[in-house]
């Protein structure tokens, strides 16, 4: 929201203001129902409480959203370079089918369950990363067996495209200028606007 109120003129400023914004709207969102309140003041606190479970989301949303914008417009340098670390490429690759198989992984955790649980941090962690694995090990194989295949596929598709619109049945004119045709090299730069 204070990104908004910016004018050009306070370039150095708004980076500044939308990073402390940043981070009080994210420590108001994850530290506030931990927030112990008197009996005295619960009451009062009803209110309160109303609007942050209303807007929680949308202050995360924001929070996000600015930092992609910093990271986009260069005013994060760190961020960006950390985001942009080789080492989340696997993850990123991984992350939709991650968020596909996750439900079905757990699904299938609960239903096999015949009896009421005990719940211990140790049990909530085991299963943690027993679904976290799973879902990982599930969401691998349909990417190298699914998502890979296709994608090829489509790459394939798009060559060909490519082809019979440079050799068409009909001459046109040609120039003596070599053009620079930047092939897709993946699929998320099949829509990409040559340079």
Same mark, same amino acid.
């Given at each position: 929201?204070?990104?908004?109120?910016?004018?050009?003129?306070?370039?150095?400023?708004?980076?500044?203001?939308?990073l402390?914004?940043?981070?009080?709207?994210h420590?108001?969102?994850?530290?506030?129902?931990?927030?112990?309140?008197?009996?005295?003041?619960?009451?009062h606190?009803?209110?309160?409480?109303?609007?942050?479970?209303?807007?929680?989301?949308?202050?995360? /949303?924001? /929070? &996000?959203?600015?930092?992609?914008?910093?990271?986009?417009?260069? &005013? /994060?340098?760190?961020?960006?370079e950390?985001? =942009?670390?080789?080492?989340?490429q696997? &993850?990123?690759? &991984?992350?939709?089918?991650?968020?596909?198989?996750?439900?079905?992984?757990?699904?299938?955790?609960?239903?096999?369950?015949k009896?009421?649980?005990h719940?211990?941090?140790?049990?909530?962690i085991?299963?943690f990363?027993?679904?976290?694995?799973?879902?990982?090990?599930? =969401?691998?194989?349909?990417?190298?067996?699914?998502?890979?295949?296709?994608?090829?596929?489509?790459? !394939?598709?798009?060559?060909r495209?490519q082809k019979?619109?440079?050799?068409?049945?009909?001459p046109?004119?040609? =120039?003596? !200028?070599?053009?620079?045709?930047?092939? /897709?090299?993946?699929?998320?730069r099949?829509?990409?606007?040559?340079?």
């Open positions: 929201m204070l990104l908004l109120l910016c004018t050009p003129n306070e370039q150095t400023a708004c980076p500044v203001a939308g402390r914004s940043e981070l009080s709207h420590a108001a969102t994850v530290s506030s129902p931990y927030i112990p309140i008197p009996e005295w003041g619960r009451g606190f009803r209110t309160g409480w109303s609007f942050l479970s209303v807007l929680q989301s949308d202050c995360l /949303a924001f /929070a &996000l959203c600015w930092i992609i914008w910093a990271c986009q417009n260069g &005013l /994060a340098p760190i961020v960006n950390f985001l =942009s670390w080789s080492f989340w696997p &993850l990123s690759k &991984l992350s939709y089918c991650l968020y596909i198989w996750h439900l079905l992984v757990e699904t299938v955790h609960i239903a096999r369950i009896t009421s649980p719940f211990s941090d140790y049990d909530a085991l299963r990363w027993s679904d976290f694995g799973i879902t990982l090990f599930v =969401s691998m194989f349909m990417h190298l067996c699914v998502e890979v295949p296709l994608g090829r596929l489509e790459m !394939e598709l798009l060559k495209c019979k619109e440079d050799n068409p049945e009909s046109k004119e040609t =120039s003596t !200028e070599p053009t620079e045709v930047i092939p /897709a090299t993946s699929i998320s099949q829509n990409l606007v040559d340079p």
